[in-house]
Every structure is written in structure tokens, then in C-alpha cells.
């Protein structure tokens, strides 16, 4: 009986971590943060972290830890996985922020218990932790000072909750009221009328449709409320950077021009090069962050001035425009030959636009060959495949579904030649590999618009004694939509740590692209794989 139960906590103790949220799920530039984990840490945790300047210290025993965040380390998003020796947990994300962070309070659900918030220029961790229960803040301002309150909840954090927010009068009526701004999380700017205390509220509902019309809650209803009267930005026009070469001396200045609220002189046009494959707008003033695509081709802005004719949009580019009044309709032309397969994609909801494009495709007449709505269900930004009957000059014409527009309506357009392609999926993150059996990791094969060559699928970063032979993609039958990739371990190999699969094109240029998995709950997808490799299960 005594060595079973001693079998049993070994077993108890040799476990991978099992994290599935963390609170809070931020921290401040230059300060630091006990953080708990929802799930468990497993024995003798460790922390992979996607970007410098961040540290995680744990204790001896129990879920917490605390994370570090430097002085130097750049605003943002950040993903966190928890590893030990016999596995690893998801990738959770964290943000780094620039404002001061507080931690909500209990009771605040009412107006009367309103958590008193000593600064309008902070950022509130929060947890709606049952069904039914609603958190109040209170915050002082002076008449014609814009507050914007904003949440971070399911989009970002994968919270499952339709997050609401609104704004209380002095006297504890609700002036303005939003549910769904950005995704399924609410933002609100409101400009005081008169000097006084203002309360802000949130409550929720189910991410997931039901009959219930009760508010919801649970531990992981966790949420970051930004609330400042400082800057804060919503868009830039462009909405995408334009790669620079290293080589350059010195680069072409590229300058984004930021939209949002309270924005002083020095932040209404920034210079914005970048040689990677994302841009983040950034500065101290700020509330908080951006994150901008970064393209090969030209990233231009539309002309408000009246023109003769409409603008032109080349292929390759992007163009970044706004809807600016109800009923608008912007119109672009571009010029092709016979034959020309183009794609034309469309950004608005995705980039946190109130946009529901509907993209046209005209004769120069205005005529039209061809109405994109809806990408797919849930997708409200639509593509379309073109490919033209003659050559000559055509439309591409965009507006609102509903007729709606405003100075928030932004979106972008992006031409491209339609190129046979691939792309590579796998099913999970993170991988176990157990010296005496072969790890068989499924990866699926995606050719987009013909695209015909082998691939070699490959593993690459892998630790000593670990191997995996090169399969191949072939051009038809099965093994042109799925392959099956081998891990093999050599006894007494022990490993924790990321590697990367990729697929390879024989081609001039060569082509290399790797394999990503979708993070569900955020919406997001990463090539950043885990692998761990372990001793064979005591029988």
C-alpha cells in the first residue's frame, strides 16, 4: 500500500504545467507583478518568454510567480509558456504597458461602492469571478476632458466574455453605454460636461450564445480596463509599413499619421522604417500600443482632395482610407492586362475598424463584374480573386454595408498578383516525444491557387539525438494536402525547448515558409512549436 501511494505522488509531481490563464495579465514598463496562475505550474517550472526585457521568478511550491518587466523593454504584447521537464504548457499571452497598473477591489458592483481610482491615467486588472457580478470605478474630471475607457478581454486576453462598458454621471445614470467596439470588447470616449466624479462599469455576458440573459462571470473573466485622459491612439493612416533594406543609406523617412484621442502635436505624425515583420507604434505619451503590418510593397494613403478621376492603386500595394460620412463610397482605379490575376484582400474589422466592407470590382464605365462581402462566418473582411477579361482600367469601389460611415470607418486595401502559394499547419503547439516511441506529427498542406511543386517538410533547432527525416509534399494524390513528420529520440535524451518545422520549395528564388498553429482562444497563430522529449513512462 505505501509504495502505491508513492507511485501515485510521483505521478502527481511529474506532471506538465497546465496553465490556462494568468492574472493579472499585465504589467507596467519597469515594474514588477505576482501573477497567478489558473491551472498548474508542474514541478520545477521554467518560462519561455517572446521578447526581451521581461522575467518570471517562482516560488519553491504553489501557482504564482512573479514577472520582472525592464526599464528598456518595448510596450506590447508578449506570450509567456510555462515548461518543465515532462511537457509545456500553451502559450498565454501578457502585455507590457505603459500606464500605472492597479488591482480591482471588491465590493464595487454598484455606484455607491465604486472603486475610488486616484489617477485618470491607469490601468485596471480586473476579474468578473461569478455570474452576476459587476465592477464600478470612479474617476475625476474636468469638464471637456475626453476619458476613453477601453477593454481588453476576449480579443486579446481569450477571456470568454462579451465584455460591456459604460460611463456614469455624477449622480449614477448611465450617459453612454457600448457592448461590441472592436471584436466582442467595448470601448468608449467620453467628453465630461461638467467637473465631477464619473463612474465607469463592466459586466458581461457569454461569449457563446445562450437563453440566459444573466450577466456571466467565472475565474477566467479576466480584463485590462485602460482608462486615461491622455493620449491614445486608434488607427494610422497608412495602416501597414513598407519594408526598408538594410543596406539603405539612409533610408526613404516614412511618416505615419496617428488618429484616437488627446494626441499632442508630437504624435500626429511619426517616422515609422522597420526591416521586420511588424511595426509597433509606441511612445511614452502614449496610452498605448499599435501594431501595424509590415509589407514589401508601398503602404499609401488616400487623397481627401477632389480629383478629376479616381485614384490609382498599383499592383503590388496597400491603400488605407476612411469612410468618412454615411452612404460614402470610395472608388480607386487601377490599371491591368488581359489576363492579370490579381487578389484584392480588404483589413477593417480585423484591424478594429467599425467596418463592414462590401468591395466592388467595376468597369471604368462603373459597371460592375463582381460584389465581395463577408470573407467567411465571423469574417466581415472580404477578398476577391480578379482576374480580367481584357486589358484596360478598372474599379475597385468600397463602402459600407449598412451605409454607415464616420471618421473611425478606416480600412485598407491591398492589390496583389494572384501567385500560386502554401501554407503549413500543425494541430497543436507544443509536442511530447518519449524515447521509446516515434512522435508522429501530422502537418497539413494548403495549395492556394495551384501551386504544384514538392515540398520538403523538415524540423529544424532540434537537440542532439533527436532526429526527424525530411518528407515530402508531392504534387498530387494524398501527400499533396498531408504529410506525417517523425521524431525519433535516442535513449537518455532529455529536452525541453522550441523547434521549427518548415516547408521548402526548390525554386529561383528558393522558398521557405513556416509551419503555424491557430491560438484558438486568441485568434491569433504562431510558428513558435515546443517540443519536449522525456524518459518512458514507468510501467
Not at 129 to 138: E, L, N, Q, S
Not at 329 to 340: E, G, H, I, S
Not at 388 to 399: L, N, S, W
Request: charged share 20%; aromatic share 6%.
Amino acid at each position: 500500500m505505501t509504495s502505491a501511494l508513492l507511485m501515485l505522488a510521483a505521478t502527481l509531481v511529474a506532471a506538465p504545467p497546465t496553465v490556462t490563464a494568468l492574472f493579472p495579465a499585465g504589467c507596467q514598463v519597469g515594474q514588477s507583478v505576482e501573477v497567478t496562475a489558473q491551472g498548474a505550474l508542474g514541478d520545477k517550472p521554467q518560462a519561455w518568454i517572446s521578447r526581451e526585457g521581461v522575467k518570471l521568478e517562482f516560488a519553491e511550491s504553489g501557482n504564482k510567480f512573479k514577472v520582472i518587466i525592464a526599464e528598456n523593454a518595448a510596450p506590447g504584447l508578449c506570450w509567456i509558456r510555462v515548461f518543465n521537464a515532462e511537457g509545456a504548457s500553451s502559450l498565454r499571452p501578457f502585455v507590457i504597458g505603459t500606464l500605472a497598473e492597479v488591482a480591482e477591489k471588491e465590493p464595487n458592483n454598484s455606484a455607491k461602492e465604486a472603486q475610488k481610482l486616484e489617477s485618470n491615467q491607469v490601468v485596471v486588472n480586473g476579474v468578473l469571478d461569478k455570474g452576476g457580478d459587476v465592477d464600478t470605478f470612479a474617476v475625476s474630471l474636468k469638464a471637456g476632458q475626453t476619458l476613453v475607457a477601453s477593454l481588453m478581454a476576449k480579443g486579446t486576453l481569450g477571456s470568454p466574455m462579451d465584455g460591456v462598458l459604460q460611463v456614469l454621471g455624477p449622480r449614477g445614470f448611465v450617459m453612454e453605454h457600448n457592448d461590441d467596439d472592436h471584436g466582442f470588447d467595448p470601448q468608449i470616449a467620453f467628453t465630461a460636461p461638467a467637473d465631477g466624479e464619473y463612474g465607469v462599469r463592466v459586466f458581461a455576458f457569454s461569449d457563446v450564445a445562450n437563453s440566459s440573459i444573466a450577466f456571466a462571470g467565472g475565474a477566467n473573466f479576466i480584463y485590462r480596463l485602460t482608462l486615461t485622459t491622455g493620449a491614445f491612439v486608434d488607427h494610422a493612416q497608412p495602416m501597414s509599413v513598407e519594408r526598408v533594406a538594410v543596406a539603405d543609406e539612409p533610408p526613404a523617412l516614412r511618416k505615419l499619421r496617428l488618429h484616437g484621442w488627446n494626441l499632442p502635436p508630437e504624435l500626429v505624425e511619426l517616422p515609422a522604417d522597420s526591416v521586420v515583420d511588424s511595426f509597433v507604434v509606441r511612445h511614452a505619451l502614449l496610452g498605448n500600443t499599435l501594431t501595424l503590418p509590415v509589407e514589401a510593397h508601398p503602404s499609401e494613403t488616400e487623397l481627401k482632395e477632389p480629383a478629376p478621376e479616381p485614384q490609382e492603386v498599383v499592383v503590388p500595394s496597400s491603400m488605407t482610407g476612411v469612410i468618412g460620412k454615411p452612404g460614402e463610397v470610395d472608388v480607386f482605379r487601377l490599371k491591368l492586362a488581359a489576363k492579370q490575376a490579381i487578389v484584392i484582400r480588404t483589413d477593417a474589422r480585423s484591424a478594429g475598424s467599425p467596418l463592414d466592407p462590401v468591395l466592388r470590382i467595376l468597369k471604368a464605365d462603373g459597371s460592375q463584374l463582381q460584389e465581395v462581402d463577408d470573407g467567411s462566418k465571423g469574417d466581415f473582411d472580404p477578398d476577391a480573386n480578379f482576374t480580367p477579361p481584357a486589358e484596360g482600367e478598372y474599379r475597385i469601389a468600397i463602402t459600407d454595408r449598412f451605409g454607415m460611415g464616420g471618421p473611425r470607418f478606416f480600412y485598407r486595401i491591398t492589390a496583389l498578383p494572384s501567385r500560386p502559394d502554401f501554407e503549413l499547419r500543425v494541430a497543436a503547439d507544443s509536442f511530447v516525444l518519449s524515447s521509446d516511441k516515434p512522435l508522429e506529427i501530422p502537418v497539413t498542406v494548403d495549395r492556394q491557387r495551384g501551386f504544384a511543386p514538392e515540398i520538403e517538410v523538415i524540423a529544424i533547432e532540434l537537440p542532439e539525438k533527436v532526429t526527424a527525416e525530411a518528407v515530402v509534399s508531392e504534387k498530387t494524390g494524398d501527400k499533396s494536402k498531408s504529410v506525417k513528420l517523425v521524431l525519433k529520440a535516442e535513449a537518455g535524451v532529455s529536452y525541453s525547448g522550441p523547434i521549427r518545422i518548415r516547408g521548402r520549395v526548390k525554386a529561383e528564388p528558393p522558398i521557405e515558409k513556416p509551419a503555424l498553429t491557430t491560438l484558438t482562444s486568441f485568434g491569433a497563430t504562431t510558428g513558435d512549436l515546443w517540443l519536449t522529449v522525456s524518459a518512458p513512462a514507468a510501467k
